[in-house]
């Protein structure tokens, strides 16, 4: 599961921890930089669960998107940029998380 890297800091991160924690769901966590057709790049904060099953509670509590490092990534390159496409749109909620005021524009 995808979200934009400055709503997954200071008590957010908190949150999904806790949540992940009561639940048992294993995960670790990965960075990768979003690039929409316009030019404009963010950096993301990849949640990975072991399979679907375990991603859909977290997607179900906090929102997100599915990725897939396989299809998304540039074919599957570790290092590989996310290339999004249509139009980008900044994200400052999801689910319970809030981008923190310090963090907005």
Same mark, same amino acid.
């Given at each position: ?38 030019? #404009?790049? @963010?950096?993301? /904060? ?5 399979? +679907?099953?375990?991603? =859909?509670?977290?997607? %179900? ?13 540039e074919n599957?390159r570790a ?5 999004? #496409?249509? @139009?980008?749109? /900044?994200?400052l909620e999801?689910?319970? +998380?809030?981008?923190? =005021?310090?963090?907005? %524009?």
């Amino acid at each position: 599961m995808a979200l934009p890297d400055n709503i997954c800091c200071m008590h957010n991160l908190t949150l999904i921890m806790e949540f992940c924690g009561k639940r048992g769901l294993i995960h670790l966590t990965r960075h990768v930089t979003a690039v929409w057709p316009n030019g #404009k790049q @963010e950096h993301y /904060r990849l949640h990975c669960f072991a399979d +679907l099953a375990s991603a =859909e509670p977290f997607k %179900d509590h906090f929102g997100g998107v599915m990725f897939d490092p396989k299809r998304d990534r540039e074919n599957g390159r570790a290092r590989g940029a996310w290339h999004r #496409k249509g @139009e980008y749109k /900044r994200i400052l909620e999801s689910g319970p +998380l809030r981008v923190p =005021e310090i963090l907005r %524009d």
